[in-house]
């Protein structure tokens, strides 16, 4: 798993971006796929999992993901739930120690927040949609629900599809645009005519330090270009390929 260090040196704190290695499935899935949608051995999805949770410290039953359906919507976790049963939501926020939240990906971009004072957690699916529609500011503003201080909030976007290798069409561009011409700045032309080349990791950053966190991380690696760590539904679905893994992103409070 990769730590990024902003959320590494805080007190208290687990967390974890969970490459694909270091699990037991196979094929496509190889090895540490976690993603309860896929088509991959159950079995192998639940031992995937476990070995996540074990790696944060919890035991695999407190170990918690939501069902994404690339929503701005947030559930605050009390307490664990049966692997598939989770709401229907793209991030989760809790004050629970010995708990662990994740969210999957396979290029859209995982984000962890901690505000270690406060002993709050929380973690977003953030793809283009989720971003744009406000994700990031709706797991923020749940996260000060349960007392954490914004400004102290360190928030770290894991492994993502770069801009190199996410082509948009203009109908992409527009809606973007619409919203707010400052975000041509997210914006290349691609070799394709009327296409252009998207910075997810660049907005979802700037959305961050929009929202006033204390600290906006990237770990800046692309889910796309290193097949050797990460699974990437875009490298899948140009391979023609049927199914891909997905990617965890998890943090807990330590259970003291």
């Known amino acids: 798993m990769i730590v990024a260090p902003e959320l590494g040196r805080l007190a208290g704190i687990r967390h974890g971006f969970f490459t694909r290695e270091g699990g037991v499935s196979e094929g496509l899935y190889a090895s540490l796929n976690t993603g309860l949608g896929s088509r991959d051995d159950r079995a192998a999805v639940h031992e995937n999992r476990a070995r996540v949770a074990r790696a944060l410290g919890v035991e695999p039953g407190r170990f918690v993901t939501p069902y994404q359906v690339h929503s701005p919507d947030v559930f605050t976790v009390e307490e664990p739930w049966a692997p598939g049963d989770g709401p229907k939501v793209d991030a989760l926020v809790s004050n629970r120690p010995g708990i662990a939240i994740g969210v999957s990906a396979a290029d859209c971009g995982p984000v962890l927040f901690a505000d270690a004072g406060a002993g709050v957690v929380g973690a977003a699916h953030a793809g283009w949609k989720g971003a744009f529609g406000g ?61 252009a080349m998207f910075d997810l990791p660049g907005y979802i950053g700037r959305r961050l330090a929009a929202a006033g966190v204390g600290t906006a991380g990237d770990v800046g690696l692309c889910t796309y270009g290193d097949e050797a760590r990460f699974y990437s539904y875009r490298r899948a679905t140009h391979r023609g390929e049927p199914d891909y893994g997905r990617l965890v992103a998890a943090i807990a409070l330590d259970a003291g």
């Open 135 to 195: 994700v990031l500011e709706a797991t923020v503003a749940a996260m000060e629900a349960l007392g954490a201080r914004r400004g102290q909030i360190v928030a770290v976007l894991g492994p993502t599809i770069s801009r190199a290798a996410y082509e948009v069409g203009p109908e992409f561009s527009a809606r973007f645009l619409a919203a707010d011409p400052g975000n041509a700045a997210f914006f290349t032309p691609s070799a394709r005519e009327g296409h």
